[in-house]
């Protein structure tokens, strides 16, 4: 029987990677070229997002799933991945007028539209955030599969740790550039069908074997230990990102993501009511936050603060998390239970 217990460091550390998140794409639509954001936030701290996403996912379900009982684990990870797929389905709709509107305002092909719809929504997203739950199921099958198979998890970390490396290779032109001309051939003949190695074979199994890993493992890492740890390689993560312009796929960001994961793990917690509400305003946060781009550019005119850095700031991130926190809040109240099927 897995022990009930809540975590708190987790709660928190999600709900800050989700609004780095935002705040990344948000800098990239809004911030000029030449902004130090586009590198601080842009491309350095929320590039842990993603793979700290991973990691408690995989933590989480691996937790609830034995090899020793492998129907009951198939059931526990079915489940879970019908609930992905439920939400990709829903949000793919709720982005669906969005899609639309840039179209609409694009070429108007509308067989090259469509076909390039069906592409991104099986290969990668229709929107930019939303490739995250694909790639998270992707990445839950494939994990449970080799494992359930009775492949032992250091061989999977090992297995996965290489997708992961060849996926960070091929991300970047720093590194892709420099492969021979037949191997960056081959490349191109991959992105133009498959779109992009982010997606859970070339970087979600490897964190979600991470979260494998923490599960069954069963050792707790000292707090402060950890957090060194953290300190030092997301240090090297801002190295990577300088020397190498890596702003998607970071080599470094695994180190990095697993001591951050030990460290908020580390923290003792007791169902505290605020950090509760941080867990699910960090889903509201990342699912939904590309609307208030668009809100504030619709409404821009009519915004009586100034277009600066800070101006864009406070007028989209301020309404976001408010209408994050009132999103949750509601899914608290008897009559409004449904919103949690929509996170």
């Known amino acids: 029987m897995v022990e009930k217990r809540q975590y708190d460091g987790l709660d928190v550390v999600k709900a800050a990677m989700a609004i780095l998140i935002a705040a990344r794409h948000m800098i990239q639509v ?15 701290l929320s590039n842990l997002g993603v793979p700290v996403f991973f990691i408690i ?16 684990g198939w059931e526990a990870v079915f489940r879970y991945c019908g609930r992905i797929l439920r939400l990709y389905l829903i949000w793919s709709l709720i982005y669906l007028p969005l899609d639309l509107y840039q179209w609409y305002h694009g070429n108007r092909d509308v067989a090259r539209g469509i076909l390039f719809y069906v592409q991104s929504f099986f290969f990668s997203s229709t929107t930019v955030q939303l490739w995250y739950l694909p790639a998270l199921l992707a990445a839950c099958l494939l994990v449970w599969f080799a494992y359930a198979k009775g ?13 992961f490396i060849v996926g960070c290779i091929c991300d970047n032109w720093y590194f892709n550039q420099q492969l021979p001309m037949k191997l960056q051939d081959l490349l191109r003949l991959y992105g133009k069908y498959f779109l992009t190695v982010r997606n859970g074979v070339f970087y979600g199994s490897f964190f979600v074997c991470l979260g494998l890993w923490f599960a069954k493992s069963g050792r707790q890492m000292p707090f402060w230990p ?16 300088i020397r190498c312009s890596n702003t998607n796929m970071v080599f470094t960001s695994a180190p990095a993501a697993f001591f951050l994961f030990a460290a908020a793990s580390a923290v003792k917690g ?25 809100l504030f550019s619709w409404t821009s005119r009519w915004n009586p603060l100034p277009h600066t850095k800070k101006g864009v700031t406070v007028s989209i991130m301020v309404p976001l998390l408010l209408f994050a926190w009132s999103m949750t809040w509601l899914a608290e109240r008897e009559g409004f239970r449904w919103l949690k099927k929509l996170v």
Do not use: N
């Not at 809004?30 to 350095?44: C, D, H, L, M, N």
């Not at 061989?155 to 290489?162: H, N």
């Not at 953290?230 to 993560?237: C, E, N, R």
């Open 57 to 72: 996912a995989g933590f989480f379900l691996f937790r609830k799933t034995d090899r020793g009982r492998v129907k009951e």
């Open 30 to 44: 809004f911030y000029p070229a030449e902004s130090k954001w586009r590198i601080v936030v842009g491309a350095w």
């Open 226 to 241: 950890a957090a060194a740890g953290f300190m030092a390689f997301t240090a090297g993560m801002l190295v990577e990102v």
């Open 270 to 294: 007791g169902r505290h009511g605020l950090c509760l509400r941080l867990r699910g305003m960090s889903q509201w946060i990342y699912l939904s936050h590309f609307y208030f781009f668009y």
């Open 151 to 163: 492949v032992k998890v250091w061989q999977l970390l090992i297995a996965t740790g290489l997708l």
